[in-house]
């Protein structure tokens, strides 16, 4: 199989890898949560090439996670802004960082710390049971087909 196939799969996390997974969109999706807006904001912060960059930003402005807002004209430049469906990609965020600090901060600690603005308290990422609150551990959950499972009918 191809990697641009991957999106054609009957599997949520081929499909989200199709759209996010390769190593600048992510933190494309980073500097975003972070404030980061412009074009050469972006560009000053992640190192990358200009070309990559506008790539990124066009595919995400595509897929509905970004939506282009311009801020000034002649000529015409646009800041990037999450979407709804952007926003939702936090969690995601929040599970690689706590994933990362664990396991890839080679003893330095984690390089940034999140509070909850809303008790005050420094918080770690953690999942959690929709239902019953408690902490989801893979040895506690099992999977079945969903709703979302297409059947061939021929």
Known sequence: MKWQD????????????SLIGDRWTLLVIRNAFLGTRRFDDFHASLGMT???????????VTAGV?????????????EY?????????????????GWGDKWLD????????Y??????HMTKPMMVC???RE?????EMTVMAGPGLAVNQS
């Open 66 to 78: 970004l939506r282009k807002e311009a801020y000034q004209e002649r000529p015409t430049r646009y």
């Open 50 to 60: 200009r070309h990559v960059l506008a790539d990124r930003l066009d595919r995400l």
């Open 81 to 97: 802004r999450l979407t709804e469906m952007g926003r939702d990609l936090y969690p995601v965020l929040l599970a690689l960082t």
């Open 115 to 120: 509070q909850h603005m809303t008790c005050g």
């Open 135 to 139: 902490p989801v551990n893979p040895r």
């Open 6 to 17: 991957v999106g054609g799969m009957t599997c949520s996390v081929a499909r989200s890898l």
């Open 130 to 132: 929709s239902e019953c």
């Open 106 to 113: 080679e003893g330095r600690g984690a390089p940034l710390v």
